[in-house]
């Protein structure tokens, strides 16, 4: 089994955000930790835990004494695999050598950095709090600390960043030896101000440009040794993620947390967004109430079809065949069409897609759900 925590606080909320999380509400972070340990042991969960992932929000700003009592009260519930890959989202501007090594004596063995730029300006712009000096150190701190499984993340297409910017960010990021990288492209989300900086005139750069560099990212990657695994991910041989991995695969895991969302032997559980009203339920001794759904057959076949299709593995022919059975004659063009423009492949029974399609991922899905 494997668990999914959302840790909801932020020093301050980047311009691009569309993630649950709240600025100036740090006063709250040891209820909110006592409420996690409640609704953990409250749970149905089931170990041995494989994985655990600390996503936010900013987990790093969960003091390491905190993260310590929710990993225990996992242990107490479930159990660990002995070989449990816990891994924590951090920002570099939040951690330094002491505050990591007692993260990893309690228990986290993968650190996941939120380094996204390696230009000043663009951090600005994005409203992140941290500077490229800030990357290196936290990095340097965490070898210190005793992490042999660390991910830097990195961002493509965003405003003000040119190709060169681009390419010396991501081998700035190479050159400091990660067990993993993560290149997002900026997406501009309805309601964040970066939407409306947009609106209102912010230029970004072009899709061209940004798949130029995608496909730069792609090949410069490969040959530092990492390997592309998923759309967004690169590890080094034996080294991707294994909570994530899991997810894509379509593997069960649960949600724990303001906004955490999970899936269990076919039923999907979801929480509310409201912070207080978390923290209340869990300690008012009712529990905290859950969505809960189950998914109809075809939401799971078109999800094993969506999330295959996102990683080097595809998804296998049987699993699409049922999907394709029930869609129109259009969609059977369009998904013939695409494997003739060579986006999508099919080979030893699995379907593909081709690397240079993973950029344009987003277009071929839409042409599978049409
Ligand atoms: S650090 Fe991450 S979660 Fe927090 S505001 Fe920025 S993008 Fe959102």
New binding site residues.
Partial sequence: MNAYLHIPF?T???S????T?F?GQEGRMGAYADALCLEIAGSDLAGPLETVYFG???PSLLPPEKVGRILEALRAKAGFDPEVEISM?A?PETVDADRLGRYRASGVNRLSF?AQAMQKEILKK????HEWDRVEQAFGSARKAGFQNVNLDLMLGLPGQSPEMFRESLQGAAALGPEHLSLYALQVEEGTPLARQVAEGLALPNEDEAADEYAWAQDFLARQGFEQYEVSNFSRPGRPCRHNWNIWRGGDYWGFGVSAVGTVKGIRHSHGEDLAEYIRQAQGGEGVTLQREILPAPVRAWEKVMLGLRTREGVEESAVEPYLRGRSATHGEGFKRLLKEGLLSLSNGRYQVSPKGYFVLNGILGVLAA
């Fill in positions: 932020c301050s909320i980047c691009y955000c569309d993630f999380s600025a936010g929000g900013t989202e920002n939120g994005l409203g992140r709090g």
